[in-house]
């Protein structure tokens, strides 16, 4: 007689397992459905079993979960980590973070700012020509005044000259005094243009400039005020916000080249917004950050303004980077890098609050993707063997990966000089060489085209052998007497439901429940709910 229990605990996971499926790859562009993967649809899944599942290879978009069949698909796809305490940042991420800090000081123009500077300094020259030539009129006269007094000193010529522009430089809010033969003008805090009203007038940023009138005088522009901008960054909960929306659509329209007809708002919260992530609030008892767990928008503002949006998962161990976009105006800043550096710093910041929270998880790393080389510029960064699932630092697995696309990591962990038998690569040649390669991606580049195909393109397929190292003859993976089922609310093991199929059926169940309990692996096997209706 089997033995059931009813639901009743809210914070569960529960899976709708669905198989093997084949896809044609985002990575590579084959014509050809050479992408294979196993997926499923999660109801609900706690963060500590999300977790785990990263930790065996699987990702979410969505609502959906995958991993790639190592030993199949066309690109072998790596997750790839950093411990936060541990980053060194290279000469170009150094360089990302210094000139957003001068875009925010001021010292650095923001989107078209020499055409707007160009177009301005025209504008205002043409319409201040009239009163600019009454002024040179004004300098020649007290020159020639001096001449027929015979009046020769510089230091006589500069204190007529300053008598005489006084009121004229007044109105550009400057104010002139007489130096020992030199002129020096000092710019008040606000500087007014007579012909324009209240407009400002741009200060040129050299503090020093010429004034040849045949004694090369010096003018002194001192105290110039520069506007400062305000950098924002908001951390909130998963939600459609139409703001976010339509700048995730000006991303994927200019920076990917998607057509407007596939970029739309049902597609964009299947992708983005819906999460089967069970919230966990802060609990202050240094298990849980003050944000909590779950996942989250993390949006950048300047002066107001929506730059980016960073989608992450906060869990127990780590920050999971899901995907960026950004404003194509704001390209210059390097935002991908930008976010990428903030996210480090946060789960740095936030060790204090959750000490167990303290790796930066950046998806999954394809060596044979350009685009995804980048990933590795974050450094030093560990590889997840695709067999064991130990953690295998970067610079053991790139040698093996340049030789082969699948590669048992966890064969060469304890091997200091893997790359004896290869060319020497310097950490300086190598941090140029992954900065330089897909620095603007998104975290899971061809992540939406990909898994937009699991509902249209995709092939599922329960009837292909598997191929990869572990045999359903494991013990461990052949015992499915333990798998937790859910049967229309009910919770069930396995071995208590078994005697109710027939022979054959029996057979085949048992065989997807062996492929799913090697997939997610033992444990969660016996804690996550297998749904079967």
Known sequence: MASSSRSNNPMESVVVECGRRRASCGYCRSSLHNSISHGMWAHSLTV?????????????????????????????????????????PTKDQLRVSRRMQRFLDGTLGGPNTSTKSENSSRSMSEESLPAANEEVDQVQNSINVCEKEN??????????????????VKNYGLSIRACNGHINFYASSE???????????????????????????????EHCQVKRRKLEIRLNRSSFDPEEFALYRKYQLKVHNDKPHNVTENSYRRFLVDTPLLEVSP????????????????????????VAVGVIDILPNCLSSKYLFWDPDFAFLSLGKYSAIQEIGWVKENQVYCPSLQYYYLGYYIHSCNKMRYKAAYRPSELLCPLRYQWVPFDIARPLLDRKPYVV????????????????????????ELDDVGQEDANDVPMLEDEEMVESESEFSDDEPDLETTSYDDPEIGDVSKVLLGIKGSRVKYEDLRNVFAPKQRSYFESQLRRYRRVVGTVLSERMVYSIG
């Open 48 to 88: 500590d079993d999300y977790q785990d599942l990263l930790d065996r290879g699987w990702r979410r978009s969505g609502c959906f979960l995958y991993k790639p069949e190592m030993e199949r698909t066309c690109c072998p796809s790596y997750t790839i980590r950093l411990k936060a305490t541990h980053f060194l």
């Open 151 to 168: 009046e020769s000193s510089h230091k006589i010529i500069a204190e007529k000259l300053v008598a005489s522009l006084d009121s004229t």
């Open 191 to 221: 500087q007014i243009s007579p012909s324009r009203g209240d407009q400002n007038v741009p200060v040129p940023n050299n503090s020093r400039m010429k004034h040849d009138t045949g004694g090369n005088r010096l003018l002194r522009s």
């Open 283 to 306: 609990t202050g008892d240094n298990t849980v950050p003050p944000c909590g767990f779950g996942s989250f928008h993390q949006q950048y503002l300047i002066d107001g303004q929506l």
């Open 409 to 432: 990591l966890s064969d060469f962990s304890n091997l200091e000089n893997v790359e004896s038998s290869l060319p020497q690569i310097t950490d300086d040649v190598m941090g140029r």
